[in-house]
């Protein structure tokens, strides 16, 4: 009897064995049996898988289990319950934020201990010697030594001084654009209070040790939304700032020229000169001034499904239907679509032939810029893609990887004399590209912590603060304002 309750027993075991249910739910019993039951005595609660699990994500792999979150610093998996509130705040979004704050605070950190190290072989030696045996010629030289300097550059904040400091502590940038000669900035700041108002930063007093510069406000405020912004040259050189607006309820859009001298404090309140002129443009998405002769003294306006391009001395208006909501106007305009195409001013808005070259691009452009030196166009778009197209064959001939962007209207900045690609992506990341092979010599880490709504407004220059000023990064986020210089 023995012997057949043994056999019993044994043949029971083995029939548990070649169970399905059972090596699923009953192993699976046996583990949580172990961890209710663990040595240190502690329980874990509903929220937290078996701790089996921990030794699988210890390995190199970790697994991925659906409904689940492996925590490497505990190494332990927990529990994502749907929906975000206060009692549940474990979510993939929260993960997600945990995770870039890290290592955005890890880039920092790195950043400030040791600063910046420039690609692989990539020193100031190597390329003497190179120019010395003769393999650089003193173009190529000057370029890769700018590269050098570029993923060197160290953060500083700046000094900003202001007749209104208490301002100058709640009202946040939004966007700030360099003038020609990199001597001033406008700015567009967002008051507590709602809306918008302007202002322009001296850039002559950016000097190293101190930096430190002055914000000239004026007493124009807007309640809409600013949807592009562009210096115009109309009486001289930058002597305006074109403002593309948003309409709001019953106020339609407009485009407004700002003379620059309303910024300036040395003006007598009673007579600083009043607003140029506005244009009323309902719908009007962004906004161009116009550097070439055909058009000269005009800018141009993208609206839905169509381009304005206007005079300001005689107000005449040339209208050019397109396809597709035009996000960025030039001669050159991008599209929603995809579509970059370019416009013939020397046919009327009722031609047919006045589209002269057309580049495509697989979601909306968001912003264009023309290459002076060589006949080449850059395009950036949605989906993060940033291309250089060839205009004499129409075809993209570099591609610059590692721009993020989802949905936002982001600026693409182009600088041929120091040879780089700026941009600014949403995950808040300053991405430094060369312009000539499409190497990613620096990726730069927001000051604060990563928001898409405070993603960083950026302008870089070869001459910041004027003629002998010298090349380097303005970081606009927040209330503050950062210089990246070459050492």
Not at 113 to 130: D, E, M, W, Y
Not at 171 to 178: M, V
Not at 410 to 424: D, Q
Request: glycine share 6%; proline share 4%.
């Amino acid at each position: 009897m023995q012997k057949s309750r043994g056999q019993s027993r044994r043949h029971g075991r083995r029939s548990h064995r070649h169970n399905p249910w059972f090596r699923q739910h009953g192993s699976n019993e046996r583990n949580n049996t172990r961890v209710q039951q663990s040595p240190q005595g502690s329980s874990h609660s509903d929220d937290e898988a078996p701790s089996t699990s921990s030794s699988t994500a210890g390995s190199s792999s970790v697994l991925d289990l659906p409904g689940y979150y492996f925590d490497p610093e505990k190494k332990r998996y927990f529990r994502l319950l749907p929906g975000h509130n206060n009692c549940n705040p474990l979510t993939k979004e929260s993960i997600r934020q945990k995770e870039m704050e890290s290592k955005r605070l890890q880039l920092l950190e790195e950043e400030d201990k040791q600063g910046k190290v420039a690609r692989l072989g990539f020193n100031a030696s190597s390329l003497l010697q190179k120019s010395k045996l003769g393999f650089l010629n003193v173009t190529s030289y000057c370029r890769l030594a700018n590269e050098l300097r570029v993923s060197c550059m160290q953060r500083k904040k700046v000094q900003i001084q202001s007749s209104d400091p208490s301002a100058l502590a709640s009202d946040r940038f939004n966007l700030i654009l360099a003038d020609t000669n990199s001597d001033r900035l406008f700015t567009v700041n967002d008051v507590k209070v709602g809306g918008s108002k302007y202002g322009i930063i001296n850039l002559r007093g950016l000097k190293t040790p101190t930096l430190r510069v002055h914000m000239h406000e004026n007493l124009y405020f807007t309640n809409r939304k600013v949807n592009a912004v562009s210096w115009a040259s109309l009486n001289h050189l930058d002597s305006h700032i074109l403002l593309c607006l948003m309409g709001i309820a019953e106020t339609p859009g407009c485009a407004t020229l700002l003379p620059a001298s309303l910024f300036v404090s040395s003006h007598p309140a009673g007579d600083r000169p009043g607003m140029l002129c506005s244009f009323r443009i309902p719908g009007a998405w962004s906004c161009a001034w116009s550097l070439n002769i055909q058009a000269n003294n005009c800018f141009s306006t993208g609206l839905s499904r169509r381009v304005l391009v206007t005079s300001v001395v005689t107000g005449h208006r040339q209208s050019f239907g397109t396809s597709s909501d035009v996000l960025a106007p030039l001669l050159f305009n991008g599209c929603r679509s995809g579509e970059i195409f370019a416009i013939d001013l020397r046919c009327r808005n009722e031609g047919k032939g006045w589209k002269a070259t057309r580049l495509l691009h697989d979601s909306a452009v968001t912003s264009v810029q023309i290459l002076q030196e060589e006949q080449c166009l850059m395009a950036s778009d949605m989906a993060g893609t940033i291309k250089l197209w060839d205009l004499r064959t129409t075809k993209c001939i570099r591609q610059y990887e590692g721009h993020v962007n989802e949905y936002a209207h982001l600026p693409l900045h182009v600088h041929e004399e120091e040879g780089i690609v700026v941009a600014v992506g949403q995950d808040c990341y300053t991405r430094i590209w060369s312009l000539h092979d499409a190497q990613l010599l620096r990726t730069i880490p927001s000051p604060h912590p990563t928001s898409k709504a405070d993603i960083p407004s950026v302008a870089f220059s070869s001459r910041l603060g004027g003629f002998r000023g010298a090349p380097g990064l303005l970081m606009a986020i927040r209330q503050d304002l950062y210089c990246f210089s070459y050492s």
